[in-house]
T-cell receptor, first 113, second 111 residues
Framework: DTTVKQNPRYKLARVGKPVNLICSQT?????MYWYQKKPNQAPKLLLF???????READTFEKFQSSRPNNSFCSLYIGSAGLEYSAMYLC????????????FGPGTRLTVL | QEKVQQSPESLIVPEGAMVSLNCSFS?????SIWWYQQHPGKGPKALI?????GNKKEGRLTVYLNRASLHVSLHIKDSQPSDSAVYLC???????????FGTGTKLQVVP
């Protein structure tokens, strides 16, 4: 099974409220990624876990948090949503990091009002 | 930071045509280049990858990598309406821990 699951598929949030997105995979992949995708833009890497080590991009360091309680699950947490967070959030996993194929979930579409 | 640029932004071709998609990147130390296909409402799916200078063929797909010019191209032979999708180029970082993506090329194959 090469499925990556994301929940929820759609999320409506109010400005200033927290948002928590969930991703799971059963392929025993060591690396899990979160991307933000806006229309006509490239998927932007937000952060990734290599095993239990979290790596966050410098320009989004303070905007997103994450946890990986076990190998299969990874969350993306926004403490206080702003309008600029409205986007598609894609989760992916891979074995051996960036050299290998990434398996993507279907994404969560977040709308902040 | 690695920059990945794709062209064209969009492309409409008749069924059966050969399709050529381009991708340029900025880091000559990039180890691998991947092409992903994304259909509406779904996550990207890996199609083909290349690590060494030269070309690689898989079925109707051929990818060419020229490290000297920092350019990679994907060619789809005998295109089908089911090939209609967004194609994303991704380049692994020098450390190999992540991939950087381009903005994609939207392909439409009309019957």
């Amino acid at each position: 099974d090469t499925t990556v699951k994301q929940n929820p598929r759609y999320k409506l949030a109010r400005v200033g409220k927290p948002v928590n997105l969930i991703c799971s995979q059963t392929m025993n992949h060591d690396t899990m990624y979160w991307y933000q995708k806006k229309p006509n833009q490239a998927p932007k890497l937000l952060l990734f876990y290599y095993d239990k080590i979290l790596n966050r991009e410098a320009d989004t360091f303070e905007k997103f948090q994450s946890s990986r309680p076990n190998n299969s699950f990874c969350s993306l947490y926004i403490g206080s949503a702003g309008l600029e967070y409205s986007a598609m959030y894609l989760c992916a996993s891979s074995r051996l990091g960036g050299y290998a194929e990434q398996f993507f979930g279907p994404g969560t579409r977040l709308t902040v009002l | 930071q690695e920059k990945v640029q794709q062209s064209p932004e969009s492309l409409i071709v008749p069924e059966g045509a050969m399709v050529s998609l381009n991708c340029s990147f900025s880091d000559s130390a990039s180890q691998s280049i991947w092409w992903y296909q994304q259909h509406p409402g779904k996550g990207p799916k890996a199609l083909i990858s290349i690590f060494s200078n030269g070309n690689k063929k898989e079925g109707r797909l051929t990818v060419y990598l020229n490290r000297a010019s920092l350019h990679v191209s994907l060619h789809i032979k005998d295109s089908q309406p089911s090939d209609s999708a967004v194609y994303l180029c991704a380049v692994s970082g020098g450390s190999g821990t992540y991939q950087r993506f381009g903005t994609g090329t939207k392909l439409q194959v009309v019957p």
